[in-house]
């Protein structure tokens, strides 16, 4: 038995006859949303930075980066970020000069490694620092 429930009054009859019945149509069916194609990424063979880990509380974290030849320059930029990796062999770096990174603003002198990717990690003191390959 249900408790708290009133029996509701019947409805009063109304005046006017019943309209006719009409053949009820089922309602139009919902066409699909359209697929839209995403663009291919004609920039991805010219990538060099790639995010790796987000901070755990803002998973919306993003790096960009450029390169300036003359200068023989990096720069990076990070948001709610705490590792990311470049690709230092899609990059015309001329290793024979100085070679300056700057990241978040912080510039550094970037070395040559044995290794093509470079992975940077966001240290316990807010730098950030090359992670060596482990032989």
Do not use: Y
Not at 55 to 79: E, H, I, M, Y
Request: net charge negative; charged share 30%; aromatic share 6%.
């Amino acid at each position: 038995m249900v408790t708290g429930c009133h029996k509701s009054a019947p409805t009063p009859p109304s005046e006017e006859p019943p309209a006719k019945a009409e053949a009820t149509q089922p309602p139009p069916a919902l066409a699909p949303p359209p697929r839209i194609a995403l663009p291919d990424d004609a920039d991805a063979a010219e990538r060099w930075l790639f995010v790796e880990k987000t901070k755990s509380d803002a998973p919306g974290g993003w790096a960009t980066g450029s390169f300036d030849r003359q200068k023989n320059k990096l720069d990076v930029r990070t948001r709610d970020v705490r590792q990311f990796t470049i690709d230092v062999e899609r990059i015309a770096i001329d290793w024979q000069r100085l070679v300056v990174i700057g990241i978040d603003g912080k510039n550094s002198e970037l070395r040559k490694r044995d290794v093509s990717l470079l992975h940077f990690r966001l240290d316990e003191h807010g730098q950030w620092v090359v992670m060596e390959p482990v032989p």
